[in-house]
Structure formats: structure tokens, C-alpha cells
């Protein structure tokens, strides 16, 4: 048997409990992680509430279709099925089961072709559902959708969060010169993570009123909080406005317009290609180990204070990414 955090209905944090169920046995070509630590974020409480609507079309329209949610998971393998050659049992892995979820769970079936690679000693499990979480979304949007290089003039709104909090920092990585917009109690934090000016949105709105630093060739809102339109004043001509949140304009204005030269982007991470998502998951994983990138955590939180996790998320103003350890590292399962 094995412990899940597993709902049944949509609503608030309390739906989720945690319950036990059958350890899952891997099939040919799968390996079982003992889960050691999962992010709890913005899909899952989206994924939890059943809010915006369109969520249910991913999670089940009138009542979730998979009881456990979770898609960033890293731990040990401990057993793998048939024909299985990637890895073996005790590898240290981490990745992503994406719209399966299940790692919510201490133990969670992954193919082995799958978004999963290898570890690295030197990165926490903590740190390596923290890069699922937050960069393996930011660096898709400023390399393949900003296409920032060395010199850009980057914004990053919601700089705090999983993804901004990513994002400044390899935007810092790739060259750019990085202005920061986050809330009052996570302006230290932004500028150490390298901002070259770090702005405080309660006191000064620089997409509204322009920014020191502007004109942007960037501007990623990493909280879906601004709109093109607006945004378009601070943009450099060919400048790009990259948004993680989906909105009828947006969607619109991708496909329709380059008003200015300026245009919008918007990426569904999620639904990359495990070829995609595989070298992201070690390059990132081999900057966390070298030092040259350290994902920000809110808070780890043990599984059977999984609610308490969702509420942090749906304050919408954590630090970093929220972890839950379902089997703490150095508990035998
Ligand atoms: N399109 C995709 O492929 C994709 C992939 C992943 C995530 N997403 C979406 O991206 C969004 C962000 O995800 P996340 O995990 O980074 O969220 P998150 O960690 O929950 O973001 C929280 C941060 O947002 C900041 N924030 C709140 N209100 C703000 C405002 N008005 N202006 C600027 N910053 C504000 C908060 O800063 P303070 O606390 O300092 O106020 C807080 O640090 C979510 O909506 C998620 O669904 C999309």
C-alpha cells in the first residue's frame, strides 16, 4: 500500500486528503520513483478548484477524472519493469508526469521514455521540482519565445513567483539586463537573484508609466497581469510581450497581429515534446549543480499537510515553488 493526497470533488484546499491506495507496479518500458519530493502549483490548484473553467477540459468537466494530482516529482527509482534500460533501481531522477499528474503519492509510474533523467548529486529533490516548477518554463519562454541573448533589455513581471523567479535569474544567465517587478516583502529577494533594478508594483506600475530600463526588447509577465496592450508603450519596435496566462486577446493578438513590429507570445510549456523537455530538465539540473542557478522554494511541506500547500499557492503571492515529500529523503519506504 502506499499514501496519496487524492480529491474526488472540485473546491478548496480541504477536498484534498490524504488516503491509501495500491502501490502502482511498473509495466514494460516504466519505472516506479519512490517520491521523495513534488511541487504543488499553479496547475494543481487550478487543477484542485476546477477553476478558470477551462481547466475541466484538461481535469474532467464535472468531476476530476485522476484523484491525484502532482506533475513534477524527483526521488529513487525502486523498481522497474520489463525492458527497461535507462535506468535501474536507486537512481536518483526527477521530472514530469504532465497532465497524468500522480505525484502527489510515495510512489508515482513514469515511462522510462518519458520526462524523466537523471539527478545529479548536488541538487536537493527540492530543487529539482522547484526547476520543473519554475524554469522549465521560464527558459522556453525567454530563449525560444524572446529569444533573449546578450544585451537584452528585459522585464520580467511577477518576478517573485516559480517562473519569474526562474526567469530573472537565466534571463541574468543569458546576457540580459533585467528589470524586476514583484510586491513588497520579495524585493531582496528579486535583486539577489541578480535584477539589475528591481521594482515594487504597490508603488509604481512600469508598464502603465514606463520604467527606468525602457525601452524592452522583452517583456515576460510571468503572472499574466498586464495585457499587450498595455505593455506595448514599453516596448523596444520588434520588442516581444510573452505571457503565461491564455486570454481570448491574447490568443488573438498572437495569431493576428505584430501591431508596431511589437508582438505577443504565449507558450503552453506543459505540452512540449519529452524531446524538448528532456535536455531543458539536465541543463538545468547541471546549472544547479554547478551553482549557476538555484530555483527559489517557498516552503516543503510533508504530505500530510498537503492542504496547507494549496493554500499557499492560492494566496498568489509565494515565493518560488511550494514542495510536498511524500516519502521524506532519508525515511526507508
Ligand atoms: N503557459 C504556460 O506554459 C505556463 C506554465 C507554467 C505556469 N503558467 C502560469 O503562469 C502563472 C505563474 O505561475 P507561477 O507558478 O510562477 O505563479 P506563482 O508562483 O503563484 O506567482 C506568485 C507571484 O506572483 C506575484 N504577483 C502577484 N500579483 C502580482 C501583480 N499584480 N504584479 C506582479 N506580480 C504579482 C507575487 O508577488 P508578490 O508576492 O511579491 O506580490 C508572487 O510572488 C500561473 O498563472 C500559471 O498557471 C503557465
Known sequence: MMRIAAYHRYGAPEVVGVEECE??????????????????????????????????????????????????????????GAG?????????VFGATGADGGAHAEAVVVREDGAVVPLPDGVSVEAAVAICDG????????????RVGAGSRVLVNGASGAVGAAAVQLAVRLGAEVTAVCGPAHVELVAGLGATRVIDYTH???????????????????????????????????????????????MAQQLTSRIGRRRAVIMFTGLRSVEAKRPDLEELAALAASGAFAPVIERVVPLDAIAEAHR??????????????????YQEA
Open 23 to 80: 502501490r502502482p507496479e511498473p509495466g514494460p518500458g516504466e519505472v516506479r520513483v519512490r517520491v521523495h519530493a513534488a511541487s504543488v502549483g499553479a496547475a494543481d490548484a487550478a487543477g484542485r478548484s476546477g477553476s478558470p473553467w477551462f481547466a475541466r477540459l484538461a481535469f474532467g468537466l464535472r468531476r476530476p477524472r485522476n484523484a491525484v494530482l502532482g506533475s513534477d516529482f524527483a526521488g529513487v527509482v525502486d523498481a522497474v
Open 84 to 92: 527497461v534500460t535507462r535506468f535501474a533501481v536507486g537512481d536518483r
Open 135 to 146: 524554469a522549465m518554463t521560464a527558459l522556453p519562454f525567454l530563449r525560444d519565445g524572446g
Open 204 to 250: 509604481e506600475d512600469p508598464i502603465r508609466h514606463g520604467a527606468p530600463g525602457a525601452p524592452f526588447d522583452v517583456v515576460f509577465d510571468a503572472v499574466g497581469k498586464s495585457t499587450f496592450r498595455r505593455a506595448r508603450a514599453v516596448l523596444a519596435p520588434g520588442g516581444r510581450y510573452l505571457t503565461t496566462v491564455p486570454s481570448w486577446a491574447i
Open 312 to 329: 499557499l499557492v492560492d494566496t498568489g503571492h509565494k515565493a518560488g515553488t511550494v514542495v510536498v515529500t511524500p516519502v521524506p529523503e
